[in-house]
């Protein structure tokens, strides 16, 4: 893993320089998802038969998953990961609650209201990954948002497994029926995205008006080239993680935790930011003994050794904030003698986890919050998924005739100076006496 000394004026161009992002090929991802979503609008379920065919080594029998085969999966279910699964809905389920927003109305003037309410959207295609990793823990974070912001049509899609006779993992189906979720599909990819936007009536499937979720770069790049078809939550790429932390910090878990997000592809990104020279190199050290014991050990190893991971040494805790603002990463740590202080200059991540004891992978399952984040830079501008990315605010202007007078002939000042008379005329008219 490479080590770097920032000792100069920190800059957006300077950190993009020095930590880059893996390099992928957009180019090439969206020629080829390109052709993909004009094969599924065109050719419908002939062209998800070739696809799964090709990308899944196996053709579904049913592309729309049979009840029966939800019902099988939960009865099925290993009972410590139902227990597991089940104990993170209750809590998504709490904090979404919490998180719904509150409708308003404002008194202008005597009869003149403005209301504000929010309305779900009509329905929503939720997409779980299922190629390097089976995510269970995305069927949560993307369905128990959309329950409680009633969203009235919430579906599912997943690659279709070969060793599972070309359905979904199961696991991701039982977690799909323990929400009563029973419109579930085996369609993977960008194909997915695809099949979401424009509907395939030859399954069932109806287009739906949101797809959220993350995925492979070509599910970001269809999200990315349908956004004028659907709405989307963001355009989730690898997973990230920067750690903000000072010499008291435990090198172990500092360590434990770069790991774990690096396991997820060989494109995550893993960040130290430090003031502690000592603390980089116990933190290899610790590298070099968690690594050769880890499961996803090559994967792992690949996405340390990227361009997009390294260890940086800076002036102080200051200009870690300063790189960490600008990087603004999809999971930050701040692992620190005082991470509140800290917390208070932090204006760009997709969530933060305050202290020893909140690491990324409490985050990624039974925190409460929601995993699917922001990333690429893009918590800049953009949150993370949570219960109000399926909630539409919505003004209602109420105004009676004595309160519309009021500002009547303002009205027509206005629309005289933008050289549109016709809207002040729409107002004066409703108060021409009768003849």
């Known amino acids: 893993m490479r080590s770097l000394v920032i000792s100069q004026q920190i800059t957006q161009e300077l950190v993009r320089n020095l930590i880059p992002r893996a390099a992928i090929n957009i180019a090439e991802a969206t020629d080829v998802t390109t052709a993909i979503i004009a094969e599924v609008r065109n050719s419908g379920v002939a062209a998800l038969k070739e696809h799964s065919a090709k990308f899944d080594g196996v053709i579904p029998e049913n592309f729309r998953v049979p009840k029966a085969a939800l019902e099988k999966a939960l009865r099925e279910l290993d009972s410590e990961l139902r227990i597991s699964i089940e104990t993170a809905i209750?809590?998504?389920?709490?904090?979404?609650?919490?998180?719904?927003?509150?409708?308003?109305?404002?008194?202008?003037?005597?009869?003149?209201?403005?209301?504000?309410?929010?309305?779900?959207?009509?329905?929503?295609?939720?997409?779980?990954?299922?190629?390097?990793?089976?995510?269970?823990?995305?069927?949560?974070?993307?369905?128990?948002?959309?329950?409680?912001?009633?969203?009235?049509?919430i579906a599912i899609a997943s690659p279709a497994q070969k060793e599972f006779d070309g359905l979904p993992h199961p696991s991701i189906l039982a977690t799909a029926e323990l929400l009563e979720i029973a419109e579930v599909y085996a369609i993977g990819g960008a194909s997915a995205v695809a099949a979401f936007a424009y509907g395939v009536s030859d399954i069932g499937l109806e287009p739906c008006?949101?797809?959220t979720g993350p995925g492979n770069i070509y599910v970001a790049t269809a999200k990315r080239l349908l956004r004028s078809e659907i709405g989307i939550d963001s355009e989730a790429g690898p997973s990230e993680i920067l750690i903000i932390a000072d010499g008291?910090?435990?090198?172990?878990?500092?360590?434990?935790?770069?790991?774990?997000?690096?396991?997820?592809?060989?494109?995550?990104?893993?960040?130290?930011?430090?003031?502690?020279?000592?603390?980089?190199?116990?933190?290899?050290?610790?590298?070099?003994?968690?690594?050769?014991?880890?499961a996803n050990k090559e994967r792992v190893t690949t996405a340390l050794n990227g361009q997009q991971s390294a260890l940086v040494l800076v002036r102080d805790i200051e200009a870690a904030i300063e790189v960490s603002n600008y990087y603004a990463t999809e999971?930050?740590?701040?692992?620190?003698?005082?991470?509140?202080?800290?917390?208070?200059?932090?204006?760009?991540?997709?969530?933060?986890?305050?202290?020893?004891?909140?690491?990324?992978?409490?985050?990624?399952?039974?925190?409460?919050?929601n995993h699917v984040l922001p990333t690429g830079e893009q918590a800049k501008f953009g949150p993370g998924l949570g219960v109000h990315s399926f909630l539409r605010p919505q003004q209602i202007i109420d105004y009676s005739k004595s309160a519309l007078e009021q500002v009547a002939n303002q009205i027509s000042v206005f629309a005289e100076n933008e050289g549109l008379p016709a809207h002040g005329e729409a107002v004066q008219i409703r108060f021409e006496k009768e003849n």
Do not use: C, W
Not at 122 to 143: E, F, I, R
Not at 340 to 369: C, H, Q, W
């Open 248 to 294: 008291a910090a435990d090198a172990r878990m500092v360590a434990a935790d770069l790991i774990s997000q690096a396991e997820h592809d060989e494109n995550a990104a893993a960040v130290l930011v430090t003031d502690s020279e000592q603390l980089i190199v116990r933190v290899e050290k610790e590298i070099l003994l968690l690594s050769k014991n880890t």
């Open 209 to 211: 008006r949101m797809v």
């Open 90 to 153: 209750e809590r998504v389920k709490k904090v979404s609650e919490a998180g719904l927003p509150k409708e308003f109305s404002v008194e202008l003037a005597n009869g003149a209201f403005v209301h504000q309410r929010y309305q779900p959207v009509d329905s929503v295609g939720l997409y779980v990954p299922g190629g390097k990793a089976v995510y269970p823990s995305s069927v949560v974070m993307n369905a128990v948002a959309a329950l409680v912001a009633k969203v009235p049509r």
């Open 331 to 369: 999971h930050l740590e701040i692992m620190t003698s005082n991470p509140r202080e800290v917390l208070a200059k932090i204006s760009n991540a997709g969530a933060v986890f305050l202290g020893p004891y909140s690491p990324v992978s409490l985050g990624d399952y039974l925190a409460g919050s």
